[in-house]
């Protein structure tokens, strides 16, 4: 079965320095893999996605993320971090039928200024 | 051009009530899912619908309905309330829906309801 995997559950960085956000996924054929993003009270705002092509995809407000299939990761990076970075952040896998997505358990970022 | 809303956006229940959500996607989407997310986790897929009809379900209990009407809005019907009902509850809405294939949704910024 499908699955997502976010070690990370609570993340805490200094203002200006990078990020990385580690995503785990269970599929068996080439997935589609996405990251969200969700401020408190909003809904979730995608940052990026893989669909198939460059394994290095760029997103909105200066994310990118890796997708590597040899150890099935999708892992987010931002090279400086702001404190409007501050979120709840989300990894989540194309199930294959009709639309439906799999979300990780998220990874809640905090900025130190 | 108006993003996925939803209303109401905070709303309490009491055990064994019965709660209506409700969704309205971007104009000219025809395609609807719900989305739970329960405190501390990620959204749970709920159901799809499109063109007015069940597409898919989650692993939810027959408490759980849904509906989508001719403009393509759609309500979210749970009865018989649990305490562990208590969560956000997420609209998205995506242009049309391709079987296998992916569309990309758009979600709202959801319904928080609260069963005490």
């Known amino acids: 079965a499908q699955s997502v995997t976010q070690p990370d559950i609570h993340i805490t960085v200094s203002e200006g320095a990078s990020l990385e956000l580690r995503c785990n996924y269970s599929y068996g054929a080439t997935p589609y893999l996405f990251w969200y993003v969700q401020s408190p009270g909003q809904g979730l705002q995608l940052l990026l996605k893989?669909?198939?092509?460059?394994?290095l995809v760029q997103g909105i407000k200066g994310f990118e993320a890796e997708f590597k299939r040899s150890q099935s990761s999708f892992n987010l990076r931002k090279p400086s971090v702001h404190w409007s970075d501050a979120a709840e952040y989300f990894c989540a896998v194309f199930s294959g039928g009709y639309n439906k997505l799999i979300f990780g358990a998220g990874t809640r970022l905090a900025v130190h200024p | 051009d108006a993003g996925v809303t939803q209303s109401p956006t905070h709303l309490i229940k009491t055990r064994g009530q019965q709660v209506t959500l409700r969704c309205s996607p971007i104009s000219g989407h025809k395609s609807v899912s719900w989305y739970q997310q329960v405190l501390g986790q990620g959204p749970q897929f709920i159901f799809q619908?499109?063109?007015?009809?069940?597409?898919g379900r989650g692993n939810f209990p027959d408490r759980f309905s849904a509906r989508q009407f001719p403009n393509y809005s759609s309500e979210l019907n749970v009865n018989a309330l649990l305490l562990g009902d208590s969560a956000l509850y997420l609209c998205?809405?995506?242009?049309?829906?391709?079987?296998?294939?992916?569309?990309?949704?758009?979600f709202g910024p959801g319904t928080r309801l609260t069963v005490l």
């Open positions: 893989y669909f198939s092509g460059d394994t």
């Open positions: 998205a809405s995506s242009p049309s829906l391709r079987d296998g294939g992916y569309n990309e949704q758009f």
């Open positions: 619908y499109y063109e007015k009809e069940e597409r």
